[in-house]
């Protein structure tokens, strides 16, 4: 009798109750985001603090309010320029598509577009930064640029995790349109955006050399999941 030696797929160990656990967990870092971002200039600090606080959650590492607020302080540290020039650039854009709006100002209607595409870039580049801030440290603002242009490297590497991300703002800020007090919870959803591009990101199938395909982050020849030989 002849014996398959192919063995079954691995089944997946996440149950109900950790849906319900990383739901509600999205829940409460919408309200840790919106608050941690009140000063309007720490929002990409807000955002890189529940990007961080999700993923702990997700390993199974601690997520209590004080690593949330430790985390928040050293993103602030780090981007709180970038913070500065997002509030800049939206006060600039937002002039502009009013002037274009107005009529006074020939092609209007390009300006306005420009304007909203300018802002859109700009948003899915600041949740980018926010996702490379653990990666890439934190400090003055040469690493505060180096963040930024982190940011803009991963966008450029993933398009179409950039494109989700787009998605994602355009889904939220249709959610604060219907329904004013859901922005307590958009906050959690973009950072859940962003931690599930990246782990998109990360499984992607890449070809290796030799042409063995595999998967990013793990090397040839070592099936996904399988310890590495210094754990």
């Not at 999205?26 to 608050?35: A, D, E, T």
């Not at 913070?83 to 107005?102: D, M, P, R, T, Y």
């Not at 990246?198 to 990013?216: F, K, L, N, Q, V």
Request: aromatic share 4%; with cysteine.
């Amino acid at each position: 009798m002849t014996t398959s030696t192919h063995a079954p797929p691995p089944r997946s160990t996440r149950t109900f109750a950790d849906t319900f656990a990383l739901l509600a967990e999205c829940l409460l870092v919408g309200i840790y985001v919106l608050v941690a971002s009140l000063p309007v200039v720490t929002l990409p600090a807000a955002l890189a603090a529940g990007t961080a606080h999700l993923r702990r959650h997700l390993a199974g590492r601690g997520t209590d309010i004080g690593r949330f607020a430790r985390d928040w302080w050293d993103a602030v540290r780090a981007l709180w320029l970038l913070g500065v020039a997002g509030v800049v650039l939206a006060a600039v854009l937002g002039v502009n598509a009013q002037i274009a709006a107005s009529g006074m100002l020939p092609g209007g209607a390009a300006v306005r577009g420009a304007s909203l595409a300018a802002g859109a870039v700009a948003a899915v580049v600041v949740l980018r930064t926010a996702g490379a801030w653990p990666r890439l440290g934190d400090g003055a603002w040469g690493t505060a640029r180096g963040l930024v242009a982190g940011g803009m490297r991963d966008a450029g590497k993933d398009p179409a995790g950039s494109l989700l991300l787009l998605v994602a703002l355009g889904l939220c800020g249709l959610l604060v349109w219907m329904l004013t007090p859901l922005i307590a919870v958009v906050g959690g959803l973009l950072c859940l955006a962003v931690v599930a591009v990246e782990a998109r990101a990360g499984t992607r199938p890449r070809r290796a050399a030799g042409g063995e395909t595999t998967r990013t982050g793990v090397p040839a020849g070592r099936p996904p999941g399988s310890a590495s030989p210094e754990a």
